[in-house]
């Protein structure tokens, strides 16, 4: 017994789905839509599972865990001292309150570090950089405000090593996309590193730009006289 109407007694009706490979289309059947080309990506997306994590990530991870650890380790022995540092930026304030807030922010950041290592997702270390980066330029506010001009150069020294340290990871992780995205063929010319679903954001490239920029700078350089091999 069938149900409903037969496809081929209407011309008008949905084509038969799960029609068996080889077998000939049954005349009185319309012809469905011919499957057409997938739709382009967007340009700036990333593959699913695309790997953005470097090797050198584990010394970025390292670092962000050893000097939040070590932060956090000199508040606790020198818990007075940092009162006194906090008493002289506001002359009448719960110093001990913002000393645990700042402390708590601290350890927050460190498990931010720790997960981004243990998970090795590059991703994890953006809030612990961008954390201690706005610290220290509230602070260099507050030393503009109170005069503190020693201060004032060590915090701007502090926020540029960490401003370093976030496109360092960015590069990092452009290196890493670009490992991981397929190979174009010989005979394409039209492809490029950068292209298809693995397409850096300009962060990334301006990054990328700078790590081998260094690269270049700190690598070996050929000795005089010396020449590549395979050349004339």
């Known amino acids: 017994m069938t149900l409903g109407p037969d496809p081929a007694a209407d011309p008008d009706a949905t084509p038969a789905l799960g029609t068996p490979a080889g077998a000939a289309p ?7 839509p011919a499957p057409g080309p997938a739709a382009p990506r967007p340009a700036g997306t990333l593959r699913a599972g695309a790997r953005t994590w470097h090797r050198f990530h584990y010394a970025v991870g390292v670092f962000l865990i050893a000097y939040g650890a070590t932060a ?3 508040g606790f022995l020198l818990w007075s001292d940092r009162q006194d540092e906090i008493d002289g930026y506001f002359d009448s304030g719960p110093a001990t ?3 645990v807030l700042v402390k708590l922010v601290e350890g927050v950041l460190v498990l931010s570090a720790v997960a ?3 998970l090795r997702r590059d991703l994890l270390f ?3 950089t961008a954390g201690w980066m706005a610290g220290f330029a509230m602070f260099a ?3 503009v405000f109170t005069g503190r001009w020693g201060g004032l150069a060590e915090h701007l ?3 540029a090593g960490f401003v370093v340290l976030l496109f360092v990871s960015y ?3 452009a290196k890493a996309q670009l490992a991981s995205a397929p190979q174009p063929d010989e005979g394409s010319e039209d492809a490029s590193p950068g292209d298809g679903p693995h397409r850096l954001t300009r962060t990334q490239e301006f990054a990328l730009q700078a790590i081998n920029r260094a690269v270049a700078l700190t690598g070996p350089r050929p000795r005089p006289g010396h020449r590549p091999e395979g050349r004339d």
């Open 26 to 32: 049954d005349p009185g059947q319309a012809p469905g």
């Open 72 to 74: 956090l380790l000199s």
């Open 97 to 99: 309150g913002l000393l």
């Open 116 to 118: 981004g290592v243990a």
């Open 126 to 128: 953006v809030p612990s």
């Open 141 to 143: 506010v507050l030393d």
């Open 157 to 159: 020294l502090y926020l």
């Open 171 to 173: 590069g990092l992780s």
